[in-house]
């Protein structure tokens, strides 16, 4: 199949690419300076040059806190690129895969969130987010597919357990947030689900699906176990509530997500978030040395 992937150079779309490619897929890789999802030229020069089969949209405006203060702009990239995009698919006959996010909920829920659970965005992020997933699934009723994730980490680029591996390292103690829950998410698992998921969009697979590993933690147990696997003490992990780090846009206090899609499509179960840093977090910490000047 022929694949189109954007935002190719951040952390997701890095490893979607390298999981097509692995497969032997033929997919062109398109970063953000390579391809403005916003550009309706620049779009449908893409499609033009590439005429992809699927088309999975990892572009993203993702500075949660920024959007508070700049909606507008969080919303062309995150609502109206997805909705050009999509739109386009039309005119080409391909189909497309869009990556959303747990924030689309309130946040404040007490058991996973399925996939039919009501939207209720607390963040300009959230509604910009929310506005992207719309837009897709008005335009692509039968061939466009929403993928939310959550908690994401990968070797490349900046996350949480990259943060993590650079303090233990650094300082005595590390304070880390405990009231909020979600599921840490390894990106070449979630690549993996939609190389699966490619193939069968626009046949059993429509609508949203989501994607994270199984189980849940909070940031201070994600951080004890990332502690730990460097052979450091957890100890030196104390919790601590939000209120000690305000930010203008308010974290959700509860993100874990239902699989139950994922497991009515038959896809291979989302394998144990420990499990997954396992394996991770040593390739994490060998970029992060081979990147440290």
Same mark, same amino acid.
């Given at each position: ?15 979607v690419v390298e999981e097509l490619r692995a497969r032997g897929e033929q997919v ?36 949660? @806190?920024? /959007? ?7 919303? &062309? +990239?995150? *609502? #109206?690129?997805? !909705?050009? =995009?999509?739109? %386009? ?30 939207p209720a965005p607390r963040t300009a992020y959230g509604r910009t987010k929310l ?57 070449? @698992?979630? /690549? ?7 193939? &069968? +969009?626009? *046949? #059993?697979?429509? !609508?949203? =699906?989501?994607? %994270? ?11 004890r176990e990332v502690f730990a696997l460097l052979g450091a003490d957890p100890d ?58």
């Amino acid at each position: 199949m022929r694949w189109l992937v954007t935002g190719a150079g951040g952390m997701l779309g890095h490893d979607v690419v390298e999981e097509l490619r692995a497969r032997g897929e033929q997919v062109a890789g398109l970063t953000h300076t390579a391809l403005d999802v916003t550009s309706p030229d620049a779009v449908d020069r893409a499609f033009a040059a590439y005429r992809p089969e699927v088309v999975v949209n990892c572009a993203a405006y993702t500075a949660v @806190d920024d /959007a508070e203060q700049d909606e507008a702009r969080a919303l &062309r +990239v995150n *609502g #109206d690129g997805p !909705g050009l =995009l999509a739109h %386009t698919c039309v005119t080409y006959e391909a189909r497309l895969i869009q990556v959303s996010t747990d924030y689309v909920f309130a946040g404040d829920a007490e058991a996973p969130y399925p996939e039919n659970h009501p939207p209720a965005p607390r963040t300009a992020y959230g509604r910009t987010k929310l506005a992207g997933e719309r837009a897709v699934l008005d335009e692509l009723p039968g061939a466009g597919v929403v993928v939310r994730t959550a908690w994401l980490y990968g070797v490349h680029g900046r996350s949480f357990v990259r943060t993590m591996i650079g303090l233990e390292g650094s300082r005595d103690t590390v304070d880390v947030v405990d009231d909020q829950r979600g599921q840490p998410t390894w990106t070449a @698992d979630v /690549a993996a689900t939609i190389a699966d998921l490619g193939p &069968r +969009v626009g *046949g #059993d697979a429509t !609508g949203v =699906l989501h994607a %994270t590993n199984s189980g849940e933690a909070t940031w201070y147990g994600l951080a004890r176990e990332v502690f730990a696997l460097l052979g450091a003490d957890p100890d030196r992990v104390r919790p601590v509530t939000s209120d000690a780090f305000p930010r203008p846009a308010p974290r959700p206090a509860y993100s874990v997500l239902g699989h139950g899609r994922r497991q009515r499509l038959g896809l291979a179960p989302a394998r144990d978030w420990r499990t997954a840093l396992h394996e991770a977090l040593p390739r994490i910490r060998k970029e992060a040395l081979r990147e440290t000047p």
